[in-house]
T-cell receptor, first 111, second 113 residues
Framework: KQEVTQIPAALSVPEGENLVLNCSFT??????LQWFRQDPGKGLTSLLL?????REQTSGRLNASLDKSSGRSTLYIAASQPGDSATYLC??????????FGTGTSLTVIP | EAQVTQNPRYLITVTGKKLTVTCSQN?????MSWYRQDPGLGLRQIYY???????DKGDVPEGYKVSRKEKRNFPLILESPSPNQTSLYFC????????????FGNGTRLTVT
């Protein structure tokens, strides 16, 4: 069964810093990987979707990479802002049509 | 506006009293799914549906039922809720089985006493 791990569980950085969030998965047979943001009491907002054939995707200050063979993805956030404070989750879409989520990294950006 | 709508947002009920959480999407998506989110366990998939009348179990289906009679609706039914089903529930949809990002509803916080 697919297992998805996100380390660290929590991260605190000063405003303006560049940072990297990590996601690892045990089964490389995936269709895609998606990064989400979750604000307290809210649903999940999709940030980036990377197909299994792609290496990276970019949206504004966000860049996500995928190394399927090693079972790793990273989310790079450039020039962090207090508004980036949230929990970030990654999810892999397995070949069995199910989704598997990590437990998230709680990010705090200090003004 | 393209969205996934869940109702209710909050629900408190007692053990054994049947309840339904509704989910509707207006994006003509084929794939819909339900998740529960618990501290330390993350999101776990309960059921999913690849199209009308096609549903399948996720990782934690025990105690839940679903139906997909129309493309836009995918209700989650708890026939006899128990306290261990107290959780935050999310419905999500995507264009196809392997297409497009997942779009989430705002969640339903369920408490079973």
């Amino acid at each position: 069964k697919q297992e998805v791990t996100q380390i660290p569980a929590a991260l605190s950085v000063p405003e303006g810093e560049n940072l990297v969030l990590n996601c690892s998965f045990t089964d490389s047979a995936i269709y895609n990987l998606q990064w989400f943001r979750q604000d307290p009491g809210k649903g999940l907002t999709s940030l980036l979707l990377i197909q299994s054939s792609q290496r990276e995707q970019t949206s504004g200050r966000l860049n996500a990479s995928l190394d399927k063979s090693s079972g790793r993805s990273t989310l790079y956030i450039a020039a962090s802002q207090p508004g980036d404070s949230a929990t970030y989750l990654c999810a892999v879409r397995g070949t069995g049509n199910q989704f598997y989520f990590g437990t998230g990294t709680s990010l705090t950006v200090i003004p | 506006e393209a969205q996934v709508t869940q109702n209710p947002r909050y629900l408190i009920t007692v053990t054994g009293k049947k309840l339904t959480v509704t989910c509707s999407q207006n994006m003509n998506h084929e794939y819909m799914s339900w998740y529960r989110q618990d501290p330390g366990l993350g999101l776990r998939q309960i059921y999913y549906s690849m199209n009308v009348e096609v549903t399948d179990k996720g990782d934690v289906p025990e105690g839940y039922k679903v139906s997909r009679k129309e493309k836009r609706n995918f209700p989650l039914i708890l026939e006899s809720p128990s306290p261990n089903q107290t959780s935050l529930y999310f419905c999500a949809s995507s264009l196809g089985v392997r297409q497009g990002p997942l779009h989430f509803g705002n969640g339903t916080r369920l408490t079973v006493t």
